[in-house]
C-alpha cells in the first residue's frame, strides 16, 4: 500500500507559470523527500525536507510541510518545458530511508 | 561510475521463467534499495539492505523473490515462476548512509531501472 497521495494527479500549465502539488500522507515521518521521474525510468531527487522543518527552498522550488496536517506542497515557480515530468512524493517512516511513495502528479508544462 | 547502474534495461521474458536483476550501486554506498513501479504508479519498497545484510524484506510481495548482495556492493534481485503480474519498472537505489536504528537519512541515487515483460 502507499502511504502518499498527490493532488492533482495531472496538471497542465504554460511556460512562466507556478506549479503546485501536493502530498498528504497517512503517519508519523522522519522526513519527507520529493523526487522527479521522466518518462517512467530514472528518479531524481529534488528536496529533502525532515520533519521539524517547516519550508525548504531551492533554486525554483519551495516545499512546505504541515505535520499536524500531514501534508507537505511543492511549488515549482517559473516553470519551463524542461519540468515536464511526474512528480512524487515519499516519505521515511523507519528511519532508514524506506520510502513509501505516492502516485505521483503528472505535469505538462506547454511553451 | 558515476550512478547507479542497473542490467539488463529491459527483459522479456515467458510466464514461469527465472529471470535476475543486477545493480551497481555508486561505489562507497552502504545503504542499498529495491523498488518496484508499476505502470501510472508510484514506486513500492521491497527490499532495503545495509552492507551484505537484508535489513528489511518485507516488500517481497512472495517467495518467488530473492535478492542478495554478497560482498556488500553489487546487488541481484532474482524472481522465480515468473508471472505476467509480475511486470514493471524494477528500481535500484543506492545512499552513503541509512543505518536502522539511527534518525540520520540521506538521499538515495536511483539507477534507470530494468523494464521486466512477462509475456
Known amino acids: 500500500s502507499q502511504q502518499g497521495e498527490e493532488d492533482p494527479q495531472a496538471l497542465s500549465i504554460q511556460e512562466g507559470e507556478n506549479a503546485t502539488m501536493n502530498c498528504s500522507y497517512k503517519?508519523?515521518?522522519?522526513?519527507l523527500q520529493w523526487y522527479r521521474q521522466n518518462s517512467g525510468r530514472g528518479l531524481v531527487h529534488l528536496i529533502l525536507?525532515?520533519?521539524?522543518?517547516r519550508e525548504k527552498h531551492s533554486g525554483r522550488l519551495r516545499v512546505t510541510l504541515d505535520t499536524s496536517k500531514k501534508s507537505s506542497s511543492l511549488l515549482i515557480t517559473a516553470s519551463r518545458a524542461a519540468d515536464t515530468a511526474s512528480y512524487f512524493c515519499?516519505?521515511?517512516?523507519?528511519?532508514?530511508?524506506?520510502?513509501?511513495f505516492g502516485a505521483g502528479t503528472r505535469l505538462a508544462v506547454h511553451p | 561510475g558515476a550512478g547507479v547502474s542497473q542490467t539488463p534495461s529491459n527483459k522479456v521474458t515467458e510466464k514461469g521463467k527465472y529471470v535476475e536483476l543486477r545493480c551497481d550501486p555508486i561505489?562507497?554506498?552502504?545503504?542499498l534499495y529495491w523498488y518496484r513501479q508499476s505502470l501510472g504508479q508510484g514506486p513500492e519498497f521491497l527490499i532495503y539492505?545495509?552492507?551484505?545484510?537484508?535489513?528489511?524484506d518485507s516488500g517481497l510481495p512472495n517467495d518467488r523473490f530473492f535478492a542478495v548482495r554478497p560482498e556488500g556492493s553489487v546487488s541481484t534481485l532474482k524472481i522465480q515462476r515468473t508471472e505476467r503480474g509480475d511486470s514493471a519498472v524494477y528500481l535500484c537505489?543506492?545512499?552513503?548512509?541509512?543505518?536502522?536504528?539511527?534518525?540520520?537519512?540521506?538521499?538515495?541515487?536511483f539507477g534507470p531501472g530494468t523494464r521486466l515483460t512477462v509475456l
Open positions: 537505489a543506492s545512499s552513503p548512509l541509512g543505518l536502522a536504528g539511527t534518525r540520520y537519512t540521506d538521499t538515495q541515487y
Open positions: 503517519t508519523s515521518i522522519n522526513n
Open positions: 525536507i525532515r520533519s521539524n522543518e
Open positions: 515519499a516519505t521515511d517512516v523507519g528511519g532508514y530511508n524506506k520510502l513509501i
Open positions: 561505489s562507497g554506498h552502504t545503504a
Open positions: 539492505f545495509q552492507g551484505t545484510g537484508a535489513a528489511d
